[in-house]
């Protein structure tokens, strides 16, 4: 990957506040508003003793990710390619491939960084615990992290233009949101419901991430639907792309 057009890139996105508000500050703030009401704070016997913002926590993580991969990085593909900005890199050294691994390293590190801020913050302001199975945890998250930009990368390709990526990736984004457990968590969901919740990336993500914050491993068969679904989608994201 050429380092300057990464360099650039990042300059780029920090002079984006909205980019830097929503996938940074959001997850961790709406984790804030979450943790300050007092029956948040309470553990319940529905979650195995836990509070309820003690499973919010790994939401918050999932949404800094699903921002950046599903609504921010495809929006800036698609404008590049709108502008004739990848047709136009295509006539020059540094090839448009360069480009593309540069935005998934930005808004993947960012989604890290998102990550990292609201388990420090959860930690400190609400004691929440910090994952117990740390090696299962970053792999589940990173596994997360690979997905959504799988996905974003789809949106890029189906969409020809910003408002058509902003279309598809705010269809995409809402249930996505409810899957990570934003409006329930996954633990709260009928049992057919959050079976079929483990299925899809977000829901996975959720329970692998929810299992090595409690000390266990990972579940297999989550790790095994992450792997799953970014394959598929990177091989549909090859096959649809066009630079122009």
Known sequence: MN???LRTEVRLFRRE???LFWILLFP???LVILGSIPSFRHHESDLGGLRTI???VPVAVLLGLIVGGLQ???QTLTGYRERGIL???STTPVRPTALLTAQMTVYGGAALASALLALLVGRLAFAVRLPEQPLGY???LVLAVLVALALGAVISALSRTTKAAGAIGSAVFFPAMFC???WAPVQTMPDLLARIVGYTPFGAAAEALNRAAAGDWPGWTHLGVLVVWTVLLTAAASRWFRWE
Do not use: E, K, S
């Open 138 to 140: 970053l792999l589940a």
């Open 54 to 56: 003690d499973v919010y």
């Open 28 to 30: 961790t703030l709406l």
């Open 3 to 5: 380092t300057a057009v």
């Open 87 to 89: 047709r136009r890199m």
């Open 17 to 19: 506040p909205g980019a």
């Open 72 to 74: 921010a990085m495809p």
């Open 180 to 182: 990570a457990g934003v």
